[in-house]
């Protein structure tokens, strides 16, 4: 095609040019010469041949060097070592001229850079993982970690890596085994109850080669609140310690526990951890008033007392003398006899539950709350229960009630008034009747939930045999009593955030603004003001907008008491809160490498551990795996002419020059 175009191009040239011309001079030559090269050049573009180039690339093995970042490397006194090591693997030049070195520090994150600080507050080694298999996926790589192999968080890293991949770990601090007491962990609850006793449960660890004895013990201040003697010899090494302990003060109580011995450690950070209990004032006490006996009864004190904070007792409508020791009444299907019982809690404002039957006085009822106006008459019918997923007064998930027996109430029809929400609507018969099941009301701060129909104690049942539990059924029961024994009124500001907090965990605070439908704002502005107690220094941030909520990371806030306030600009509302910060730093737990675990890393993947003083050894270990060949790679690129566009300007240039030529020598 391209040799039938150059015959194509230089015949029209001639038979323009030179056929039959009488005068054969230069400027003829010329312009045959521009018309020959205009046409050959369209010509190339409308049959667009594809030029192929071929070129070969050197593809190097990956090596990947990774260096434990975290400040558990300056604690061992491992640091020069570590960059000593680096240095040589890294500047290497068989390594370099074998491999395509990549260096990675980690520390609580993975990053690319060769400059380390060890000032990282964790170590996660199962992020390593994912990040070498992500970036790496397909490729046959070596990688090298140089690392004392003590992960803070994170999954088992042994089998976090590509089994196939192997590493090399470098294990950097003193192997020789030191005689070390440490808290390994402190389990205990968050919050316990005023005078109660909460538990904690304490793993001691031992590391030595001879017996020892030594006294644990958990103070408060000048207090010592718990005391126990431990031994350890080189066969035990752990020992688990149950302690119960008194919630004499209400509020945040921080505690210390502490193990030591007659016998000198290299570390005794570890012998110590700080811990803390909230301690609430008082259980929550629910009055349960009826005149009948019903298996309802029997079924609600057993769901709300399955949370071992909730005490109900079961009275008749004559002996609830007083209701300031309740924190909740439940009026069970009430009657005229119920008067004296609505007249207390009004007047000391406790929350109610109205749970209603085939035996309640509707007249009566209506006198004595305004949400719901019934309307009934003395015929029986069964109600089924649908769930409404709309419902946001508190958190809660569909058991299935749609599927459980029907409750029985009296025939009639109940008209909703005023700030009533519904969670169950009820059916007859499948057929939606637009009446409330279940539903609650709030009026001046005061709760109220009616629970329109008798035989609950089936639904319990019915739970029972769909879970093979009664726990599904029992929280959701436990969640509307949370909801009524709590007076708070719902804000346009909510915000989320612990009492106390480690040092070097997850210091995040989220927070929640609402319009006055109680919708979530998306144009809040939210910023957070924190004040340490002690040295008054003050720290403004933004909350930042996540998908759901607000939030703020004040990670690296020292040990101590904080104080903070979140403001929401627009509208000027404040939330006001506290924290504290305890001491701990997980990185100075330890006092050797984990060389076991590093062990298990290499022979789960086919390596080889090292220490410090075997570099070399590692070097001519991998330049001599043939595993690790170069490979050569053709390239082949392949670029159709029609994407030459000088071709185009050449063909535009020379028809151009042909004309001005002609125009000047008067041939047009």
């Keep these: 095609m391209i040799i039938l175009s150059l015959g194509i191009a230089a015949g029209l040239s001639y038979y323009q040019y030179f056929y039959k011309a009488k005068n054969l001079s230069n400027v003829y030559r010329f312009l045959a010469f521009l018309r020959f090269v205009a046409i050959f050049s369209v010509l190339l573009l409308l049959i667009n041949p594809v030029i192929t180039h071929k070129s070969f690339e050197v593809v190097k093995s990956p090596l990947i060097l990774a260096v434990d970042n975290s400040s558990s490397i300056a604690d061992l006194k491992a640091d020069a070592s570590v960059k000593e090591v680096y240095e040589k693997l890294s500047s290497n030049a068989a390594l370099r001229d074998k491999f395509d070195v990549q260096t990675y520090k980690f520390d609580q994150e993975v990053s690319v850079s060769n400059a380390f600080d060890f000032k990282g507050k964790q170590t996660n080694l199962e992020q390593l993982a994912k990040n070498i298999k992500s970036v790496y996926r397909s490729a046959n790589r070596a990688a090298v970690i140089i690392t004392d192999g003590n992960q803070t968080i994170g999954n088992d890293y042994v089998y976090s890596f590509d089994a196939e991949q192997a590493v090399y770990p470098v294990a950097v601090g003193d192997t020789t085994t030191f005689l070390d007491l440490r808290i390994a962990e402190l389990n205990v609850n968050k919050y316990a109850f005023h005078k109660n006793k909460f538990p904690a449960e304490i793993f001691l660890n031992y590391s030595g080669n001879k017996n020892i004895s030594a006294n644990f013990k958990i103070v408060q201040g000048n207090n010592t609140l718990f005391t126990q003697q431990v031994s350890f010899s080189p066969e035990k090494k752990s020992m688990v310690i149950q302690a119960l302990l008194p919630a004499e003060q209400p509020g945040l109580q921080v505690y210390k526990a502490i193990v030591t011995s007659a016998e000198k450690e290299k570390n005794s950070y570890n012998n110590t951890k700080n811990f803390a209990v909230e301690v609430l004032d008082q259980k929550t006490n629910v009055a349960l008033v009826s005149a009948i006996n019903h298996p309802d009864l029997g079924a609600l004190k057993r769901s709300i007392e399955t949370n071992p904070q909730r005490k109900v007792r079961v009275l008749k409508p004559s002996e609830l003398s007083a209701t300031d020791q309740y924190n909740l009444v439940i009026a069970y299907q009430p009657t005229a006899d119920f008067k004296p019982v ?87 018969r499948n057929i939606d009747i637009e009446m409330p099941l279940l539903a609650f009301a709030e009026n001046q701060g005061k709760r109220t939930a009616y629970w329109l129909g008798e035989n609950a104690w089936k639904w319990r049942l019915q739970s029972h045999v769909d879970n093979k539990s009664f726990e599904k059924y029992d929280v959701f029961v436990d969640k509307m009593v949370q909801y009524l024994t709590s007076n708070n009124a719902r804000k346009s500001l909510v915000v989320n955030h612990e009492r106390f907090y480690n040092s070097g965990d997850a210091l995040e605070i989220t927070a929640q603004y609402f319009n006055k439908n109680y919708e979530p704002d998306e144009q809040a502005r939210l910023t957070i003001q924190v004040v340490n107690k002690n040295t008054k220094q003050t720290k403004k ?55 076991n675990q590093l062990k298990q890393l290499a022979a789960q993947t086919k390596g080889q551990v090292y220490v410090p003083n075997q570099v070399d050894a590692l070097v001519k270990s991998l330049l001599e795996n043939p595993k690790y060949q170069a490979i050569e790679k053709a390239i082949v690129r392949k670029t159709p002419l029609i994407d030459w566009v000088w071709l185009l300007v050449i063909a535009a240039l020379a028809l151009a020059t042909e004309w001005f030529t002609r125009k000047y020598n008067g041939l047009l």
């Design 541 to 595: 941030y933004d909350l930042l907008k996540t998908n759901n909520a607000f939030k703020v990371n004040l990670d690296g806030l020292s040990a101590g008491q904080y104080s903070f306030s979140v403001k929401e600009l627009n509208t000027n509302t404040v939330y006001n809160g506290t924290f504290e910060v305890l001491d701990f730093d997980i990185e100075k737990q330890f006092v050797n490498p984990d060389l």
């Design 342 to 428: 609505f007249d207390a809690a009004h007047r000391a404002g406790i929350n109610m539950m109205i749970v209603t039957g085939v035996n309640t006085d509707y007249s009566f009822l209506n006198q004595q709350q305004s949400n719901l106006v019934f309307k009934m008459s003395g015929q029986r019918e069964d109600y089924t229960a649908d769930f409404d997923a709309g419902f946001n007064w508190f958190s809660i998930e569909n058991i299935g009630f749609e599927q459980f027996p029907p409750l029985q109430n009296a025939f009639g029809t109940i008209t909703v008034n005023g700030n009533v929400s519904t969670l169950l609507s009820a059916k007859i």
